[in-house]
């Protein structure tokens, strides 16, 4: 049995989830973690990283070991079932700080849940995203400004 063709899958889905929810960024579980670290609550930043650790032994101990295999199948979907929890949760507080009239809001079933999440998520992409070429942007003008301090041109 290869345990990378095992346990590919249940990694792919949990980048999934945090790429899709929390608008993760990086190659790996590692990066992808470390760019969210401030969006998770310790106990599931603490499972997350023994998750990762796990899977990093699990690919390279050559021995077939059933027991770990289990265990990290099982840690996986508590990871994936607390991220869409933690997930759901933020998008009720995001719709709960939106009311006005400070009444409570009607309770959004779990598909409204899941659509909130992904827009907040895909807002924070997008947001991320115009940040970095605007710093981008401004470096090149700082840039074109010595350079035309420099040549003597201002």
């Known amino acids: 049995m290869d345990i990378n063709k095992t346990i590919q899958p249940y990694l792919g889905r ?3 989830l945090l790429d899709s929810h929390f608008a993760a960024h990086g190659d790996d ?4 973690i470390d760019s969210i670290r401030s969006l998770l609550p310790d106990d599931l930043l603490a499972l997350l990283q023994d998750i ?3 899977a ?3 690919k390279l ?4 070991d059933s027991a770990a295999l289990a265990d990290f199948l099982f840690r996986c979907g508590l990871a994936c079932e607390q991220l ?3 997930s759901q949760n933020r998008a009720a507080q995001s719709i709960a700080a939106l009311q006005p009239d400070g009444l409570p809001p009607d ?3 779990e598909t409204e849940l899941d659509a909130i999440a992904r827009f907040i998520a895909a807002r924070d992409r997008i947001l991320r995203t115009v940040a970095d070429y605007t710093l981008k942007a401004l470096l090149i ?4 400004f010595i350079l035309a301090l420099v040549i003597g041109l201002v």
């Open 14 to 16: 949990l980048e999934h």
């Open 29 to 32: 579980l590692t990066a992808r």
């Open 52 to 54: 990762d650790k796990c």
């Open 56 to 58: 990093t032994q699990l």
């Open 61 to 64: 101990s050559a021995q077939d």
């Open 84 to 86: 869409e929890t933690l």
């Open 107 to 109: 309770e959004p079933d």
């Open 141 to 144: 003008l700082l840039g074109l």
